[in-house]
Nanobody, 124 residues
């Protein structure tokens, strides 16, 4: 079961660090994607990291240079460090697993398990 944590309320320009954890399975072999969905908008891909043996990453243009995805294998988590946050980053953030181990894109059909999401609100 995937569980996201770390969301909250932050001022514009601030930072948050989200974590995606699974208590039952090791995340090493999966590609992990982070997605977000703002009210009234479609879900969009934010970032992805391939399996530990590969480690390649993918970012949406809207977050490049501001967000960093990484693995903490000791904790069995995939983290999303979000810096220079903007009001338009406000959304529910979800993580999901791609069993192929590769970041194949943002199509939801590539991802089989999803977390429940964590709310990120960027507001002054």
């Amino acid at each position: 079961q995937l569980v996201e944590s770390g969301g909250g309320l932050v001022q514009p320009g601030g930072s948050l660090r989200l974590s995606c954890a699974d208590s039952g399975y090791t995340l090493d072999y999966y590609a992990i994607g982070w997605f977000r969905q703002a009210p009234g908008k479609e879900r969009e891909g934010v970032s992805c990291i391939s399996s530990s043996s590969d480690g390649s990453t993918l970012y949406a243009d809207s977050v490049k240079g501001r967000f960093t995805i990484s693995r903490d294998n000791a904790k069995n988590t995939v983290d999303l460090q979000m810096n220079s946050l903007k009001p338009e980053d406000t959304a529910v953030y979800y993580c999901a697993t791609d069993p192929s181990g590769r970041c194949r894109g943002w199509d939801s059909v590539f991802f089989d398990y999803w977390g429940q999401g964590t709310q990120v609100t960027v507001s002054s």
